[in-house]
């Protein structure tokens, strides 16, 4: 068994790789990846080249456990959401506005998501591939959809066809609103889309 | 000479399966030795179905198959009055198959009147309803081995445990999963896409039941050799309360996701251990182990 130091460091170190991929998110998200350096991560921290290797081995190892970061912070999001008593309507609105408001709170997330992950494959394919690094997120998603089909509100078809519908509208919206291209607040558009999710997804 | 336990074989709304099947048992002889049968459908017995149906007999133990009909008519005996007379005189009744066990297949031709002898569905209820005498032995039909090793636990006098559904534990506590040779696919999510091949998981498109279906039959193989699954058939769950389902070479799906997974464990753990497990691709799994075409 472990004792109570040996916990709180391992505690103290997961807050410190949190810490870390937060700001490598942002700097990943301003610059770039390939640009943004691991010595320029460190510098952005204040931690020594040689102590940052202590938490992250690479650049690819840190690519995929702020997937793995994001997939969580977004999950858990999507977890309260389906572990609430709302109706499936009510769930959609509450999916778009929480996807919405991390986007306008938290933009790194989304763009990270959007920019390098699906963009960059071949950072991802060795370690990532498929679900791994985006299942808590995921499977929170399938648990709606399969709640929402077994109480009869929404029409049964193939996942892939209505995760594509569901997340690649959110995040197109996400990106035009990244180019500035919206001419209003993204959530100004939120009661319209979920709708619009709703009529396409729904038992006829 | 020692009198043997004596042993009566009714039955209720039958298809004659699981008399069928016990013929099968491999030491039946032992089992006509150690009992004195009062009536068998098939077997030598010592009285005729008309002597029974007089309800003039006692037995130790009473074997129903089929599923119970108050109504039904035997030999000009209603069979609530067969029923009650010869339960009270046993100290051990036994429903074989799932028809006796918990309506099966049968309760479909009258949902509100016809039941298992124990049990209605997962409902305890009929005429021996909570009885700390009954033994359920659900199947459709029951493998041979489950009746020997029951009616050998009898004659030795061995305390035999059941589960909450009267079933013994030693027969039921495992899944069919237990023991099936397509668990590394079941692992892996490789699925099975037709019927009657060695390689593939038949969970995932093909209807089976056995990661949530209380049955040994991967563990006490049938004719020795064999199970459904083992030749590229799904389990159908046909020793559980809910059989028979419809669509049973179907999995039930909502968007590509399984409505029942396996018992025990949470959807939620179930999806995200599959949709990872899924992400790997073992070519070894993807094609068949022994083809026969090249």
Request: aromatic share 12%; glycine share 6%.
């Amino acid at each position: 068994m472990k004792s109570e130091s040996e916990k709180s460091v391992r505690t103290k170190k997961e807050d410190r790789k949190t810490s870390i991929m937060q700001t490598a998110l942002k700097l990943f998200s301003s610059e770039g990846f390939y640009t943004t350096t691991m010595p320029a991560i460190a510098k952005k921290v204040g931690m020594s080249v040689g102590n940052f290797y202590n938490y992250f081995s690479s650049k690819d190892e840190l690519a995929k456990e702020i997937m793995l970061y994001i997939s969580s912070v977004l999950g858990e999001q999507l977890r309260e959401i389906n572990m609430s008593e709302k109706s499936v309507r009510e769930k959609i609105d509450m999916i778009v506005k929480m996807y919405f408001r991390i986007a306008q709170e938290r933009p790194e997330l989304i763009e990270y998501f959007l920019r390098i992950f699906l963009s960059n494959r071949e950072i991802f394919t060795k370690s990532c591939s498929g679900m791994v690094c985006v299942s808590d997120f995921v499977t929170e998603l399938m648990l709606f959809f399969d709640d929402g089909v077994q109480s009869g509100v929404l029409k049964d078809q193939d996942f892939f066809s209505a995760l594509g519908l569901f997340m690649g509208y959110l995040g197109g919206m996400v990106f035009l609103n990244g180019e500035e291209v919206l001419p209003q607040p993204l959530h100004d558009y939120e009661s319209a889309i979920a709708e619009n999710i709703y009529n396409a997804l729904r038992k006829q | 000479m020692k009198s043997r336990p004596k042993l009566l074989w009714l039955q209720g709304v039958t298809c004659n399966g699981n008399t069928h099947s016990f013929l099968n048992y491999p030491h039946l002889s032992y089992i006509l030795e150690t009992f004195e049968f009062l009536y068998h459908p098939i077997l030598p017995a010592t009285y005729t179905l008309e002597k029974i149906a007089s309800c003039t007999q006692s037995c130790d133990i009473l074997i129903f198959e089929g599923a119970y009909d108050p109504r039904m008519m035997r030999a000009g005996s209603r069979m609530e009055t067969l029923v009650q007379h010869y339960g009270s005189t046993a100290n051990t009744i036994i429903a074989v198959g799932s028809c006796a066990s918990f309506g099966g297949m049968f309760k479909q031709s009258d949902p509100e009147y016809i039941t298992g002898v124990g049990f209605d569905r997962e409902i305890a209820k009929g005429p021996f309803a909570k009885s700390n005498k009954l033994i359920n032995l659900s199947g459709c039909p029951i493998h041979p081995e489950w009746l020997g090793y029951t009616l050998r636990m009898i004659a030795d006098n061995k305390v035999i445990l059941i589960d909450e559904m009267h079933r013994p534990k030693e027969l039921y506590a495992y899944l069919a999963h237990h023991g099936c040779t397509r668990n590394e696919y079941f692992e892996w999510k490789v699925d099975a896409e037709h019927f009657g091949t060695k390689e593939g998981c038949l969970f995932y498109k093909q209807g089976c039941r056995g990661p949530m279906t209380h049955a040994s039959c991967n563990k006490i193989l049938w004719n020795d050799v064999s199970s459904k699954t083992r030749i590229g058939s799904p389990c159908f769950g046909c020793t559980e309360p809910d059989f028979p389902r419809t669509n049973m070479f179907e999995t039930k799906t909502n968007m590509s996701i399984p409505q029942d997974v396996p018992l025990g464990i949470s959807k939620r753990s179930y999806l995200t251990l599959t949709g990872i497990a899924k992400s790997f691709r073992i070519p070894r799994l993807e094609k068949r182990l022994i083809d026969d075409n090249t």
